[in-house]
């Protein structure tokens, strides 16, 4: 497997510190309470599927079942983001996403609720009527937990007074409401505290009302919660723009916008041509920590490091960190970083420490949605680089030979099953629940190739036994999985999946494969507030550059390169 997507199935057991009586008294206090909630939500699950069947609307509402968000099939459904809902779409049927923000039942027979995504914000009202809405309709999308995610499709209608409470200024009538993923009916903090403001609250002291203050030790204990406040959202979008931001100076009284574009029109790099890409497709660039407590991918090969009389480790990939970004309603994220392994990997493509080209996004049906971005993505850079880079690309030319590399407008797309039949009809034998190694990636590349006229293609629904636990399992045969390898003249670049977004699927295929639960804790809790379906994918910078230029070993493409032998200059 790639560099970028670790598939190492063992995870580092943390420290071996063993607890004091009273913090394993109080482990054991959480964890009952966390189990009594579950239990509490299950049995509010079986009493909803129970009216359910008695309901001739039952079909109109619901929980939807985990193989439908396990990748199943593409709809052709189109979702209209909830920032986009406004009085152009009055009386138009549109479909939304995105997590209750509050419910208010008025009676048996109306319902309110507020659904909130990316910071926007859309009142929606459920009323009883013949062949439309049934009273338990509204019980059950009144009954559901705050944060928990939703698809709801419904009429626009522009109400005569203003709304208050919600960004849009229109009301979307309810006419069926799908539960996608449900957050514990008791959160940790509530976001509406988290969002207040200092002012407010002594305000309210005044007179005489004591409102919660949320600390910033708990804010940061439960940062996926924390993140999802509107200040957050702001602070971190920010954050990306200012990198990103186009310079600007002052000449005699007159603003000076100096473009990029010249400049970088010459030089425009893989990683420039990643960041540029992903920002125009509305990802959002973030920063993970690259110290921390334990592996971020399973296994041995991690650089161990004392931490203020801790032990830690330096960051195999952002991949945990930047599943919870996804979790904190950041949408789609990328990051560009360095990624460290302790791979005694003495190969002609690999590196101790590399630069990653890390990228997570929400997906509404399926994992297809991820290899569309990738397929964009590539489709651009390799036209960008051929076209902006000539005189570099002539350079390496003349030293390193190369032909330029052929890829499709659209790029190839085939089933593991399909690689594994290829190498078959030319005799060669693989385990077909098995993992490819680099000399049978290599021949499948060269029967790519001669079939398609293309060196570059994606290879998807992998085996499951050769994945990493977060990977989520095909709906139809769990043998094998939503993920896939993207290669370059028959090596792979990329590895990405779909993720298991459901709590306690990732505990079972963690636990399964020999990971202490314990060292993963905060991760899987992540997803226990509401989680969208979500997958994403790793890239080598290095990597990427060796084989569009077909140079012979990536350490021609690192600038001063990490190996098991090297760590000067």
């Known amino acids: 497997m790639s560099q970028p997507e670790n598939t190492s199935n063992r995870a580092e057991e943390e420290g071996g510190t063993t607890l004091s009586k009273k913090a394993a008294k109080k482990e054991a206090i959480k964890q009952e309470k966390l189990k009594r909630q579950q239990e509490a939500a299950a049995a509010a699950a079986a009493l909803a599927a129970a009216s359910i069947e008695a309901d001739p609307l039952s079909e109109n509402y619901g929980e939807v079942a985990l193989p439908d968000l396990q990748s199943k099939a593409v709809s052709g459904r189109k979702w209209t983001e909830v920032g986009l809902v406004n009085e152009s779409l009055k009386d138009k049927t549109v479909l939304v996403r995105g997590r209750i923000q509050t419910t208010r039942p008025v009676g048996k027979n109306i319902g309110f609720l507020v659904l909130r995504e990316k910071g926007f914000t859309l009142q929606c009202v459920l009323t009883v009527a013949d062949n439309l809405v049934s009273r338990q309709t509204v019980k059950f999308a009144t009954s559901l937990s705050k944060e928990s995610h939703v698809d709801i499709e419904g009429i626009v209608s522009v109400p005569d007074a203003p709304i208050k409470g919600a960004t849009q200024q229109v009301e979307l009538q309810v006419r ?10 008791t959160l940790p903090i509530n976001i509406d505290d988290a969002a207040r403001s200092e002012v407010d609250i002594e305000k309210a002291l005044q007179g005489g009302e004591q409102l919660v203050r949320v600390n910033q030790d708990t804010r940061l204990n439960f940062r996926v919660l924390d993140l999802r406040t509107p200040a957050n959202q702001g602070i971190f979008r920010i954050q990306c723009q200012v990198e990103n931001e186009v310079p600007t100076v002052w000449q005699n009284d007159h603003r000076v916008v100096y473009t990029v ?4 029109e010459e030089l425009r790099g893989a990683d420039l041509i990643f960041r540029q890409f992903l920002l125009s497709e509305g990802f959002v660039g973030i920063h993970t920590p690259k110290l921390i407590a334990g592996s971020s991918e399973g296994g041995a090969s991690v650089f161990r490091l004392d931490y203020k009389g801790r032990p830690a480790c330096l960051a195999q990939s952002p991949q945990l960190h930047k599943q919870m970004a996804i979790c904190g309603d950041l949408g789609r ?6 990624v460290f392994r302790a791979e005694d990997s003495f190969t002609h493509r690999h590196l101790c420490e590399f630069t990653g080209l890390d990228a997570e996004m929400e997906i509404k049906e399926h994992y297809s949605e991820v290899m569309d971005v990738v397929d964009r ?3 651009a850079m390799f036209d960008s680089l051929n076209e902006n880079c000539k005189k570099e690309l002539e350079a390496i030319g003349k030293q390193y030979p190369f032909e330029p590399l052929k890829y499709l407008r659209k790029t190839l797309r085939l089933t593991f099953e399909e690689g594994v039949q290829m190498l078959k009809e030319a005799g060669v034998e693989v385990d077909p629940l098995g993992d490819l190694n680099t000399e049978v990636e290599r021949k499948l590349g060269k029967l790519v190739l001669e079939k398609y006229d293309t060196e570059f293609y994606i290879l998807h629904r992998y085996p499951l036994a050769v994945r990493p636990f977060y990977t989520m399992p095909a709906y139809d045969n769990p043998a094998y999985s939503n993920s896939f390898d993207v290669f370059i003249r028959g090596e792979e670049i990329i590895s990405g999946a779909q993720r298991v977004h459901v709590p306690e699927l990732l505990s079972t295929r963690a636990e399964g494969l020999g990971i202490d639960l314990k060292s993963i804790e905060t991760y899987i809790d992540a997803f226990r507030y509401g989680a969208p379906p ?14 569009f230029c077909a140079l012979n070993n990536i350490r021609k493409t690192s600038l001063f390169p990490r190996d098991p032998q090297r760590i000067t200059p």
Do not use: Q, T
């Open 261 to 264: 574009v010249p400049y970088m």
């Open 176 to 185: 069926k409401i799908y539960g996608i993923s449900r957050a514990l009916p």
């Open 534 to 547: 979500h997958g994403g994918f790793g890239v080598g910078l290095e990597r990427v550059v060796m084989l």
């Open 333 to 338: 994220v990328f990051e560009i970083g360095p």
């Open 377 to 379: 993505l590539f489709v």
